[in-house]
């Protein structure tokens, strides 16, 4: 079973920058999609960024140009790079990892949640 453990969060001030970090332990055959989501108050959870094992990478319109995700498969780990935030980038940010098992199914996690808090 794999576990996700997130780190990174905290307050920061517009047009500053924070890192939040991702990583994955316990037993799978591979770590394939990992991914960022967020969920601000009031709001639905929606996605902010994801990446695939061969580094292909899809982010939503309201990031493009500011957040960058990417990971080290070497260490189960995804980071999402967040520069210029802004108010509306507040909530709490969810890691989603998506792979396959030792048995051979498919497996998806969601970590707990990291609490961002953009101060304007």
């Known amino acids: 079973q794999v576990q996700l453990v997130e780190s990174g969060g905290g307050l920061v001030q517009a047009g500053g920058s924070l890192r939040l970090s991702c990583a994955a332990s316990g037993s799978a055959s591979s770590i394939d999609t990992m991914g960022w989501y967020r969920q601000a108050p009031g709001k639905q959870r929606e996605l902010v960024a994801v990446i695939t094992s061969y580094t292909s990478t899809n982010y939503a319109d309201s990031v493009k140009g500011r957040f960058t995700i990417s990971r080290d498969s070497a260490k189960n780990t995804v980071y999402l790079q967040m520069n210029s935030p802004k108010p509306e980038d507040t909530g709490v940010y969810y890691c989603?990892?998506?792979?396959?098992?030792?048995?051979?199914?498919?497996?998806?996690?969601w970590g707990q949640g990291t609490l961002v808090t953009v101060s304007s």
């Open positions: 989603k990892v998506f792979g396959r098992s030792v048995r051979g199914t498919y497996f998806e996690v």
